[in-house]
């Protein structure tokens, strides 16, 4: 069993490298030496961020377009019955949208790690609720070096 010098729920640190985990179990160790770039950055932690967008602007217009059909309904005089599920049906997608269009935008703090086929991206939100930041960075300026980059958060 590792002992890690650093620990979250997505990822620890040891003197073998980064240890990625699912359960607080590791699933895939990248060595120190194998890492060409590591960045403290606040990124989008969505993976398709356009898919999002666009899944969020579609459901936006589809809710527009029944909102539309529903007022129209309320005007029209041949018309002498609107069902509830009418009305209420424009909500759920307008909500659903806006809720894509949020995660697609929303930044985050993350630890991005570089190698030379892959790249992780790996959320900062545990260390900073916990006051840690300067700790991992210091750790990771010792460990990587020249290789470590801090953006401003």
Do not use: W
Not at 1 to 22: P, V
Not at 51 to 69: K, M, S, T
Request: net charge neutral.
């Amino acid at each position: 069993m590792i002992t890690y010098d650093i620990e979250s729920k997505d990822f620890a640190l040891s003197q073998q490298g980064i240890h990625l985990l699912r359960n607080r179990f590791n699933y895939k160790t990248i060595s120190f030496y194998d890492i060409d770039k590591a960045t403290f950055t606040r990124a989008s932690d969505t993976k398709n961020i356009v898919l999002a967008l666009i899944a969020g602007i579609l459901l936006i217009v589809f809710a527009i377009y029944q909102a539309i059909g529903v007022f129209q309904d309320f005007h029209d005089p041949e018309v002498h019955r609107i069902y509830i599920e009418s009305i209420v049906l424009p909500v759920l997608p307008l909500l659903v949208g806006l809720y894509c269009i949020y995660i697609a935008v929303k930044k985050v703090p993350l630890l991005i790690i570089e190698s030379k086929s892959e790249k992780h991206k790996l959320s900062l939100q545990e260390f900073i609720k916990a006051g840690q930041t300067e700790i991992l960075e210091i750790y990771l300026k010792a460990k990587l070096r020249e290789k470590f980059y801090d953006n401003p958060m």
